[in-house]
């Protein structure tokens, strides 16, 4: 059952769980973003009895269940109960501990979301650490544990100390994001040394945590121990672009998956480190990186034919020979599993640069396609997009083409409209200008054609 984003229950969801002795044999509730508030969760929580055998339940992006309605559910949910979601409720430190008394009755949780509460950290309690404190106490009784995302919580480097005691109970544990805690900046070294522990770890997310040198060493010196590891984010944080060939090298490479590097200030010794990891990751992350610019190359010819899924390069300052590049290497068919390609805000490429891409085929798998320029700028694509029109429909699986910023004529963008609204794709795109709507009018008569338009 899901009644998420339904403003107008908030309130009156009493007059819903009356019911829900009828439907006994609910796996999955979720009720996201319904201003759910404290008599609401009152509610639920006397009503939780009729579904024994509920599974999932997700009441995220409800602010009002922060503050201390959490307590309606304590001692109300069940022991199948795998997995809770609390994303952004506004929840305290105190409604940490108040969790932290609903988890020791829920011995198979495998999935625990609590991110973008920002408050779950502060106030006081066990050793000064806040909700945190009871909080990791709590998570050692739930030993099934298997994915545990504190992102944006506020989270200190005394915390992590408190946290990774907790983790060498943890032995189940794949995934564990702690990113966008900026605060841990410093601090990394408390968490680590207890990392060797999880021994089953696969995703490790610590991207936006203005992560030092010293805390990217420290996670450098535990790598080879996370032996399972296959993805590791630490993108967003400046300090990572200059330890790229000492992280690829402690990295089971292998394995590896997805490495993004974005927005980490890499430089050219840092770049030519990644392309060794590159032939086996599935998605490629550089966006934010000048250094991209006129040397993509040397990513590109380390690719594996159908391994990689996901290029993103947004902002890179690619040149016209970087996509005549990536042309050369679609068209030999090493980009045939590519599912998202993100080629947004490189301006500085020219005509014959997108024409190539588009006319060298090789992108038959791609979904996803973002070639908007930034903000505030605009430049015309008649040179080009007769040859995107042809592109078309060799891309069966597109679901979504970005193009903001680009100015093609009237009869184009009509032409251009319809081939992508007969097939679903969502289309983004500025909307037309005044003087564009009022001198092109269409007739029955030039109703677009599918086929491809004339150079």
Known sequence: MDFSWNDLIGGSLRALTSHLQ??????????????????????????????PLLEILDLSWNRGIG???????????????????????????ADAAVLGGILSALPRLCVLDVSCNSLLAGGSGEAGLGGVGELATSLR??????????????????????LGVSLRSLSSLRELDLSCNKDLAGGLSHLTGHLSHLTHLESLDLHLCCLTHTDLQALIQVLPAVSELTDLDVSSNKEAGGVV?????????????????????????????????????????????????????LLLDALQPSVIQELRLSSCQLTTDDLQHLAAVCKRGCLSSLRVLDLSYNGQVGDDGWAALFGAGGLGSVE????????????????????????????????????????????????????????????????????????YHPTNQERPEETCPEE
């Open 67 to 93: 503050g201390g309605a959490l307590q309606g559910l304590l001692g109300k949910l069940h022991p199948p109960l795998r997995e809770l979601h609390l994303v952004a409720c506004q929840l305290t430190a």
């Open 245 to 297: 060939h000492s992280l690829v090298s402690a990295l089971p490479l292998t394995q590896m998956k997805h490495l993004p590097l974005n927005s980490c200030s890499l430089k050219d010794e840092s770049f030519t480190a990644l392309a060794l990891a590159v032939p086996y990751l599935r998605s490629v992350d550089v966006s934010w990186c000048k250094v991209v610019g006129g040397r993509l190359a």
């Open 368 to 439: 996803d396609i973002d070639l908007s320029l930034r903000p505030l700028t605009s430049a015309p694509c008649a040179a080009w997009l007769p040859r995107l029109l042809c592109a078309l429909p060799g891309w069966p699986a597109l679901a979504r083409l970005a193009m903001q910023r680009w100015t093609p004529s009237p009869q184009a963008r009509e032409q251009l409209s319809h081939s992508l609204t007969k097939r679903n794709v969502l289309w983004e795109c500025d909307p037309p200008t005044k003087a564009m709507t009022s001198s």
């Open 141 to 162: 009784h739930v030993a099934s544990l298997t994915t545990l995302r504190l992102q944006a919580c506020g989270l200190t480097p005394d915390c992590l100390d408190t």
């Open 22 to 51: 009828h439907v006994g044999g609910v796996r999955t509730l979720r009720l996201c973003s319904c201003r759910l508030n404290a008599d609401d969760i009152t509610a639920l929580g006397e009503a939780l009895e009729c579904v």
